[in-house]
């Protein structure tokens, strides 16, 4: 291509007068044609999108990136009024069909979600918080943070997140026909949430739930993410509506539950309500709340996750943390909007400053938002208590560890800092209300309106923290909160940190997505797809216990430990690849341990 080439497609950008510029983040440039992108937008436009992601990215070389079209609106309901919003991009073929590309390294897939931390000035917490539920051997979304150009105007730094979707990579539940309509067939997979109606839409939860899902008995808002409802067979809603409902049913009209565990993934139910705990997000349970079944010969149970929504989590509240209303979390408690309580015997929830959001959400119940009466019944059985006591203290132990955190938190905070200092010279809203409404200093080509736009009946809420006036304290702050969140469940759950941590992460697969492109034969023929499963993180490497027996599975092998959380190893052996089953030795007996292969925790 020519140097003048080169130039021209630079000016297309806007960015002639921009040649000095080198970041060491990616930098990803849209542009819309002439075409006006805001929230007004319902469908995606067409757009033109070039990337950029070597060690060091110089702004002038946008003619030399990865070229895609795409499509892109903006996306979220409240956030999109934000003058920094998100966007919804969906790369495209030249027919206009979605293809799969990888991004920034991650997986390959056609719909990605460029979320624009505005009220989060720690530009950390979705981050955090999917790799605080990776940590624990779950699938969440993955995260790549870079700097934004459209239309030739800087944006300010993005974070690329995975979009919740059925996948190899994401959410690998089966794929379900429009055939599948009985039998083991019928059963999976599925994926919705608990939460607005409007969701897949840009609406604000006012919208027809049978556009986007149903309602349970309870009252419950299902939206479909998977498959869509426009695609979903009437078959398929009655038997997923008949599974929550009969789940429902075990603690209505005096029941207790008993028989939960045969409808809910219990791993998954522990960790989740940990990590939403934990996170202090103040949309816990009642929106934003993604599950999935798989087909029953699959495991066939509701799986809580992947995690969703963490803008306002992690005591990023409404008011300085001094003087003001602590709303939101901005303490890390929300007592004074929740109120405490509930789970007995162990003294959780009984100190009177703070509340678990689990027990706060069963008053929302407005319009299907409530937290489902399931979760609730589970929460407050005795069973469901010790189980949540033991698996915090694993997690606690190793990889949510203080000093685990703090050497994911440390490593951050060294790579985004000069991008955050470009970030808020853009976005100058250090120590300040941000939220609806705001101005932009650099207005978007080929919109009339110069920023933010009026929220709900007309107000301009602040909706993020404004804790600090610098981005180093706005990282701190988040740091020192979340440290504040763990201690206070440590109490709470009668737990104490070890001095070090026990394991610093858990067993898992990078995906290595080159092996799927094995397509060695001619046309008509279809290609060949490794057979390698990267959605969850480690899917042939876990642990059950049945009774005294361990039933170990790996396509790995090596050495398999079980240790104590005093770091103590109580027993270890050498397996094979494949399935081995041994039986719990007797140094392990009515113990406490984590189980581990080649020095990393095995999930459950």
């Not at 890390?332 to 678990?356: A, E, K, L, R, Y």
């Amino acid at each position: 291509m020519s140097s003048l080439k080169k130039l021209s497609l630079a000016v297309g950008f806007g960015l002639a007068g921009a040649f000095a510029q080198t970041y060491d983040l990616p930098i990803v440039f849209i542009d819309t044609k002439g075409k006006c992108l805001d929230n007004t937008v319902n469908d995606k436009m067409p757009a033109t999108m070039s990337v950029l992601d070597a060690a060091t990215n110089n702004v002038a070389d946008s003619a030399k990136g990865t070229h895609y079209d795409i499509g892109i609106k903006v996306r979220g309901q409240s956030s999109a009024k934000f003058p920094k919003p998100g966007y919804s991009v969906e790369v495209r073929d030249n027919q206009g069909e979605g293809i799969d590309v990888s991004m920034l390294g991650l997986p390959p897939a056609d719909d990605w979600v460029f979320h624009g931390p505005y009220v989060d000035k720690s530009l950390m917490r979705n981050a955090l918080a999917h790799w605080l539920f990776r940590q624990a051997g779950h699938y969440s979304p993955r995260t790549k943070h870079f700097d934004l150009y459209i239309n030739g105007v800087y944006r300010g730094v993005y974070v690329l997140i995975e979009k919740i979707k059925r996948g190899k990579y994401r959410v690998n539940v089966s794929k379900l026909k429009e055939t599948d309509i009985s039998g083991d067939d019928v059963t999976g997979g599925y994926i919705w949430a608990f939460d607005k109606t409007g969701t897949n839409t840009g609406g604000m939860g006012n919208e027809d739930i049978n556009k986007e899902g149903f309602k349970t008995a309870d009252g419950l808002n299902v939206i479909m993410h998977y498959p869509k409802k426009e695609n979903l067979q009437q078959q398929q809603q009655a038997y997923l509506k008949k599974y929550l409902e009969d789940l429902e049913n075990l603690f209505k009209n005096g029941k207790n539950g008993s028989g939960y565990e045969n409808y809910v993934d219990m791993t998954s139910a522990l960790d989740y309500v940990l990590h939403e705990e934990v996170t202090n997000n103040s949309d816990s349970y009642w929106c934003s709340f993604f599950l999935h079944k798989p087909k029953d010969s699959k495991g066939g149970k509701v799986t809580l996750g992947p995690a969703w929504d963490f803008n306002l989590a992690m005591s990023n509240g409404s008011q300085p943390e001094n003087g003001g209303n602590n709303n939101g979390g901005n303490n890390g408690f929300n007592w004074n909007m929740w109120g405490g309580g509930g789970m007995g015997g162990g003294g959780m929830g009984s100190s009177g400053t703070t509340g678990w959001q689990i027990e706060s959400s069963m008053k929302t119940g407005m319009s299907g938002l409530k937290i489902p009466n399931w979760l609730l019944g589970m929460w407050k059985d005795s069973h469901y208590q010790s189980e949540l006591k033991k698996r915090w203290a694993e997690l606690r132990s190793g990889v949510w560890h203080s000093k685990t955190m703090d050497v994911y938190l440390d490593s951050m905070k060294t790579y985004l800092t000069k991008a955050a200092d470009r970030n808020f010279k853009r976005w100058p809203n250090l120590g300040k209300s941000s939220g609806q409404g705001d101005s932009d200093p650099q207005p978007m080509k080929y919109c009339n309106q110069g920023g933010g736009q009026q929220g709900m009946w007309g107000m301009n809420m602040p909706m993020g923290g404004y804790n600090a006036d610098t981005w180093d304290g706005e990282f701190e702050h988040l740091r020192k909160k979340m440290k504040e969140r763990m201690a206070w469940m440590d109490q709470q759950l009668g737990f104490t940190e070890p001095a070090q941590p026990i394991v610093t992460e858990p067993v898992i697969h990078v995906p290595d997505w080159a092996k799927d492109t094995v397509s060695k034969v001619e046309p008509p023929e279809p290609p060949t797809i490794a057979l390698d499963d990267f959605s969850r993180l480690s899917p042939t490497n876990f642990f059950n216990v049945n009774g005294d027996k361990i039933e170990i599975m790996t396509d790995l092998g090596g050495t398999f430990a079980l240790v104590d959380l005093n770091g103590t190893t109580l027993f270890k052996t050498r397996i094979k690849k494949g399935v081995t089953t041994l039986k719990v030795p007797e140094s392990a007996q009515d113990k406490h341990w984590i189980a581990t292969l080649n020095g990393k925790m095995l999930s459950r």
